[in-house]
């Protein structure tokens, strides 16, 4: 009896265990799309940066303004990013699968002018994942910045 129920447990772990894989590799995911988000950042590197947003993707700024369109996406960095004078950290703070190709995730990021004095911008942000070319990019990204202490 006890033999069989081992070999129970040995078939079952063997069939689970590409599943619970692959739900590790979609958390890691989205994990990936932030640090590479981070990085192309911190590399100045526009084309990096474009590469993970989709061709539809939106961002609502700290402002209010909406910004949509991966055109109109990349107008509103190229300078920024090309200037380098700048730091930035991510904290994911939820993240949330809906479905295997859409994640909803949400942060807080701290954003460090270096032009000459600096200047430090706190904010969080919720950001919806989806995943094209089997590739998680930015979709709609919302960006609130908290009050200075």
């Known amino acids: 009896m ?51 947003y989709t061709k539809d993707a939106s961002i609502r700024n700290n402002d209010g303004s909406l910004v949509s369109g991966i055109d109109n996406i990349k107008a509103q960095y190229k300078d920024f990013l090309e200037s380098g004078n700048y730091s930035i950290s991510l904290e994911i703070i939820d993240e949330t699968t809906l479905d295997n190709n859409t994640v909803f995730e949400s942060g807080r990021y701290t954003f460090t002018l270096l032009d000459g004095e600096q200047s430090v911008s706190k904010g969080e942000f919720v950001n ?22």
């Open 2 to 52: 006890k033999t069989l129920k081992m070999i129970i447990l040995i078939v079952t772990m063997t069939l689970l265990a590409p599943t619970i894989a692959e739900a590790q590799t979609e958390m890691s995911g989205a994990e990936k799309l932030n640090a590479a988000y981070t990085t192309a950042m911190k590399n100045s590197d526009l084309e990096a940066f474009m590469k993970l």
């Open 128 to 149: 919806v994942l989806k995943k094209e070319n089997n590739e998680w990019k930015i979709y709609k990204s919302y960006r609130y910045q908290t009050p200075k202490e």
